[in-house]
């Protein structure tokens, strides 16, 4: 905790010398001047704690792990997601969708639980409503299921991908897990570029001006 130390200004005091004293005298008037002047007092002020300032966040932001004012966030391949400022999503594309667009389904809390884009199929996701963050995607197409399961460390960030795929006409069910690192980040702690296992992942983040 930081202390101010604010020193109180000395009032000097000047004793008053008849024409008549000693030059001893003299001295011993100034040494007792001396003695009474005023000593500063030691005032300590207490830095007051700034709060940090929240994040802002919403289920839609959520849905593409991103939190703060962002404006679009493209992945390459052609999924792009496009924000007001009030973190809305109003325009989503994947790399099947083309023109026709993205259907979206929502819950009673207003999180994306599904989307259908044609080509590409469905696809569900699953929160941690609590955190406000993304926890589960899931796709199939009726014979095949796949599930991942996003885990974060304490800081948020994402630390692996657990997987579960099921074949209906095998009768096989499969549970893999792939390693996920950050390794950078802009400046409000978006990730731009992970590493899952031995690929990378890349995206670009554009955010509304302050």
């Given at each position: ?7 109180a ?6 004793a ?11 001295v ?15 005032v ?14 919403t ?18 391949g ?25 259907q ?7 999180y ?10 469905s ?12 926890n ?9 299921y796949?599930?991942c399961?996003?885990e ?23 549970e893999?897990?792939?390693d ?11 990730w731009?570029e ?11 983040i554009?955010y509304?001006?302050?």
């Amino acid at each position: 905790m930081r202390k101010i130390e604010l020193l109180a200004a000395l009032a000097m005091c000047i004793a008053a010398v008849s024409c008549g004293n000693s030059k001893s005298d003299k001295v011993e008037n100034d040494v007792a001047s001396q003695d009474s002047l005023p000593v500063a007092d030691t005032v300590v002020v207490e830095a007051e704690e700034v709060a940090p300032e929240p994040v802002f966040i919403t289920p839609d932001l959520a849905f593409m792990e991103v939190h703060g004012h962002v404006k679009s966030v493209e992945f390459p391949g052609g999924r792009k997601a496009k924000f007001d400022e009030n973190g809305k999503l109003v325009d989503y594309a994947t790399e099947y969708s083309g023109e026709n667009g993205v259907q979206i389904g929502r819950d009673e809390d207003g999180y994306i639980v599904s989307t259908y884009d044609g080509p590409g199929g469905s696809a569900m996701f699953g929160y941690d409503k609590e955190n406000v963050r993304l926890n589960l995607t899931a796709a199939g197409d009726g014979a095949y299921y796949s599930e991942c399961h996003i885990e974060y460390d304490e800081e948020g960030n994402i630390i692996r991908y657990n997987f579960v795929d099921e074949d209906m006409a095998e009768e096989t069910r499969d549970e893999w897990s792939m390693d996920v690192s950050v390794v950078s980040k802009d400046e409000y702690g978006n990730w731009i570029e992970l590493k899952v296992d031995d690929q990378t992942v890349k995206r670009k983040i554009e955010y509304y001006s302050k």
